[in-house]
């Protein structure tokens, strides 16, 4: 069955760095753009980042652009979120999700998720 498991978050001080990862598994990675999304505190999900199936187009949210760097590896069926100079409103779980087609920032888009992984960001 489709798995999507997210792993690397923790507890960091501000301005530290952290790299998630995501390993997917049951379908066609290489098929598939992939999103991180993330869910804070009392707050709804929102888009942080997006990458094309071949890695060519990436998209970023305002609020992490120069700071945060989406990659995959498509030979290990894993997408990446390196997160540099963290900040505490990035306090939240991280999620990562597949698309077939389209790609970008529209959650609803996304056919497969995953469970989930807390980053908290200490001031």
């Known amino acids: 069955q489709v798995q999507l498991v997210e792993s690397g978050g923790g507890l960091v001080q501000a301005g530290a760095s952290l790299r998630l990862s995501c390993s997917a598994s049951g379908f066609t990675f290489s098929n598939y753009n992939m999103g991180w999304f993330r869910r804070a505190p009392g707050k709804g999900r929102e888009f942080v980042a997006a990458?094309?199936?071949?890695?060519?187009?990436?998209d970023y949210a305002e609020a992490v652009k120069g700071r945060f760097t989406i990659s995959r590896d498509n030979g290990k069926n894993t997408v990446y979120l390196q997160m540099a100079s963290v900040k505490p409103e990035d306090t939240g779980v991280y999620y990562c999700?597949?698309?077939?087609?389209?790609?970008?920032?529209?959650?609803?888009?996304?056919?497969?998720w995953g469970q989930g992984s807390q980053v908290t960001v200490s001031s």
């Open positions: 999700a597949a698309r077939e087609t389209g790609y970008g920032s529209n959650s609803a888009a996304y056919e497969y």
């Open positions: 990458i094309t199936r071949n890695a060519v187009g990436k």
